[in-house]
T-cell receptor
Framework: DAGVTQSPTHLIKTRGQQVTLRCSPK?????VSWYQQALGQGPQFIFQ???????QRGNFPDRFSGHQFPNYSSELNVNALLLGDSALYLC?????????????FGPGTRLTVT | AQSVTQLGSHVSVSEGALVLLRCNYS??????LFWYVQYPNQGLQLLLK??????LVKGINGFEAEFKKSETSFHLTKPSAHMSDAAEYFC??????????FGSGTRLLVRP
């Protein structure tokens, strides 16, 4: 059983560009969350998708957007990249409607903005 | 608002010694609490979680944590450190709102 998978593993972009990161949830999971982990810090919640809709959002600007597909996979899009967007982007999946968050994390995509 | 404080960004222990990683939380309602481990260049792996059942929670790899409401703490312990325990450890809290609030992490170093 494959766990959470993410692509690509690494990515280098230039300021002002746009980027799309992809995530496939663990089998049986229908909820996908995205987190940003800056170097030396803990992950910060970006948003969560369930039933193809954004269910909850953290304190991130509108430059960060997402999408969930009918097969539960998800994309994270970041527009107008800033140097400060350089981070490890983690995708996590879980099964809703459980109240207790128990998320499985993918290996992450390392984004470098130059 | 929920928050998590992890005391000590780096903890160094000798192999075979007790591991103690500290976590204090702030929550307006009974929280769910978690410990995750992150090895270099990898994602997060769940070690254990507290969900209002037993206050002493046992996890994988010999780790355990005790929920102490009076101290608002959820410290992670392991009786005997192994070299393979060297990693970054994150404490996280959730009030059932489907998102995790993480601490800033503690890097565990294990000396031979």
């Amino acid at each position: 059983d494959a766990g959470v998978t993410q692509s690509p593993t690494h990515l280098i972009k230039t300021r002002g560009q746009q980027v799309t990161l992809r995530c496939s949830p663990k089998s049986g999971h229908d909820t996908v969350s995205w987190y940003q982990q800056a170097l030396g810090q803990g992950p910060q919640f970006i948003f969560q998708y369930y039933e193809e809709e954004e269910r909850q959002r953290g304190n991130f600007p509108d430059r960060f957007s997402g999408h969930q597909f009918p097969n539960y996979s998800s994309e994270l899009n970041v527009n107008a990249l800033l140097l400060g967007d350089s981070a490890l982007y983690l995708c996590a999946s879980s099964f809703s409607p459980g109240q207790v968050v128990s998320e499985y994390f993918g290996p992450g995509t390392r984004l470098t903005v130059t | 608002a929920q928050s998590v404080t992890q005391l000590g960004s780096h903890v160094s222990v000798s192999e075979g010694a007790l591991v103690l990683l500290r976590c204090n939380y702030s929550s307006s309602v009974p929280p769910y609490l978690f410990w995750y481990v992150q090895y270099p260049n990898q994602g997060l792996q769940l070690l254990l979680k507290y969900t209002s059942a037993a206050t002493l929670v046992k996890g994988i790899n010999g780790f355990e944590a005790e929920f102490k409401k009076s101290e608002t703490s959820f410290h992670l312990t392991k009786p005997s450190a192994h070299m393979s325990d060297a990693a970054e450890y994150f404490c996280a809290v959730s009030e059932g709102s489907y998102k995790l609030i993480f601490g800033s992490g503690t890097r565990l170093l294990v000396r031979p």
